[in-house]
């Protein structure tokens, strides 16, 4: 069963530093997600990007933020200068289809930790 | 008002027992409503996808949204040990991509 992938699985950075997190979504989806969930909160959006642009992002998505499509399968989020508050699970979804049949499937997450 | 809530449980039953894991909304406009289940340290799993009100069944699985009351249910019929996750109800406005969800309600199903 196709399902979306994620790397790396955990990641230790500095604060300060720039990290990036990697997503392969499912091969026939168009719309892809980045949601994140501090420990023990409920799972936020952060941004959606369909035909290589951003569709919707929300108030956390700020400049420190981007997200890009760099070759046809892999969608990537990058966080510029990390802070400690940006320590989360970082989850990437993708679906098919937007309107009534917006399915979004998750993948299994990355987890940041900022020191 | 918090935009939708959830019991966070943890909600512990006995094997085989019928479940009931419950959201509430503030927000009228919501059309869509899923329910996710997730195990510790992994990502959500999508186990079902309704739109408008009334029933959605799918194996052990029901969803019921009765948006007159602002208010879904997912029942889980003959709960077996590996049901024990967390449940997420999530929602979302027509005409938007973000999911909006709840904290989850954290099921135990004792063998």
């Known amino acids: 069963e196709p399902e979306v992938t994620q790397t790396p699985s955990h990641q230790v950075t500095q604060m300060g530093q720039e990290v990036i997190l990697r997503c392969v979504p499912i091969s026939n989806h168009l719309y892809f997600y980045w949601y994140r969930q501090i420990l023990g909160q409920k799972v936020e959006f952060l941004v959606s990007?369909?035909?290589?642009?951003?569709?919707?992002k929300s108030e956390i998505f700020d400049d420190q933020f981007s997200v890009e499509r760099p070759d046809g399968s892999n969608f990537t989020l990058k966080i510029r200068s990390t802070k400690l508050e940006d320590s989360a699970m970082y989850f990437c979804?993708?679906?098919?289809?937007?309107?009534?049949?917006?399915?979004?499937?998750f993948g299994p997450g990355t987890r940041l930790t900022v020191l | 008002q918090k935009e939708v809530e959830q019991d966070p449980g943890p909600l512990s039953v006995p094997e085989g027992a019928i479940v009931s894991l419950n959201c509430t909304y503030s927000n009228s406009a919501f059309q869509y409503f899923m329910w996710y289940r997730q195990y510790s340290r992994k990502g959500p799993e999508l186990l079902m996808y309704?739109?408008?009100?009334g029933n959605k069944e799918d194996g052990r699985f029901t969803a019921q949204v009765d948006k007159s009351s602002k208010y879904i249910s997912l029942f889980i019929r003959d709960s077996q040990p590996s049901d024990s996750a967390t449940y997420l109800c999530a929602m979302r406005l027509a005409g938007t991509y973000k999911y909006i969800f709840g904290t989850g309600t954290r099921l135990k199903v004792l063998a």
């Open positions: 309704t739109y408008s009100s």
């Open positions: 979804a993708s679906s098919l289809r937007q309107g009534a049949d917006n399915e979004q499937f």
């Open positions: 990007f369909y035909n290589n642009e951003i569709s919707e």
